[in-house]
T-cell receptor
Framework: DTGVSQDPRHKITKRGQNVTFRCDPISEHNRLYWYRQTLGQGPEFLTYFQNEAQLEKSRLLSDRFSAERPKGSFSTLEIQRTEQGDSAMYLC???????????FGEGSWLTVV | AQSVSQHNHHVILSEAASLELGCNYSYGGTVNLFWYVQYPGQHLQLLLKYFSGDPLVKGIKGFEAEFIKSKFSFNLRKPSVQWSDTAEYFC?????????????FGDGTTLTVKP
């Protein structure tokens, strides 16, 4: 399967620790998106990249969050000094630049204890 | 900014029953509309989308949705559900000519189909 893959699928961390999630998009897709989803809610847009350029960030993305896509392929989402409120599913998706359909990965669950 | 409201949080149906899931959006301009489905243990996937043209859109697995502009609605329908339709369904909207990946999602409706 050459879909969007995310790693790790689950992460439990202590409050105050840093965590990093990785996303590998579909290879020919040059747009990559990060979302956050909490229980009982739909995905919320965080940020997106076109190739290596981060073109937009949501107000939800606090200063403790940083995302990179250094070579325009995989992306990482780092959360520094985690808080309990960061506990959520972090979803990655990708699309072609002119695509009207986005393809989601299975997500990375974060639990901050 | 857009917002999406899905009125039913959890719907339980028996096989062969008809399905209609409500979706209303709030936005003053022209929109693109989507329904996504997430089967248990799987990733979100697109069920159907509306950009323009015929307001009755047909998607995969026998699903369809009707865009009623005057009601700001995009309800999802299926005439006869199957046990395999058990899943969570999300409605999403974005402004015309914006990136499909920047959609605003509703909070989802969990559908349970009893065999």
């Amino acid at each position: 399967d050459t879909g969007v893959s995310q790693d790790p699928r689950h992460k439990i961390t202590k409050r105050g620790q840093n965590v990093t999630f990785r996303c590998d998009p579909i290879s020919e897709h040059n747009r990559l998106y990060w979302y956050r989803q909490t229980l009982g809610q739909g995905p919320e847009f965080l940020t997106y990249f076109q190739n290596e350029a981060q073109l937009e960030k949501s107000r939800l993305l606090s200063d403790r969050f940083s995302a990179e896509r250094p070579k325009g392929s995989f992306s990482t989402l780092e959360i520094q000094r985690t808080e309990q409120g960061d506990s959520a599913m972090y979803l990655c998706a990708s699309s072609r630049r002119t695509g009207t359909e986005i393809y989601f990965g299975e997500g990375s669950w974060l639990t901050v204890v | 900014a857009q917002s999406v409201s899905q009125h039913n949080h959890h719907v339980i149906l028996s096989e062969a029953a008809s399905l209609e899931l409500g979706c209303n959006y709030s936005y003053g301009g022209t929109v693109n509309l989507f329904w996504y489905v997430q089967y248990p243990g799987q990733h979100l996937q697109l069920l159907l989308k509306y950009f323009s043209g015929d307001p009755l859109v047909k998607g995969i697995k026998g699903f369809e949705a009707e865009f009623i502009k005057s009601k700001f609605s995009f309800n999802l329908r299926k005439p006869s559900v199957q046990w395999s339709d058990t899943a969570e369904y999300f409605c999403a909207v974005n402004a015309e000519n914006t990136n499909a990946g920047k959609s605003t999602f509703g909070d989802g409706t969990t559908l349970t189909v009893k065999p």
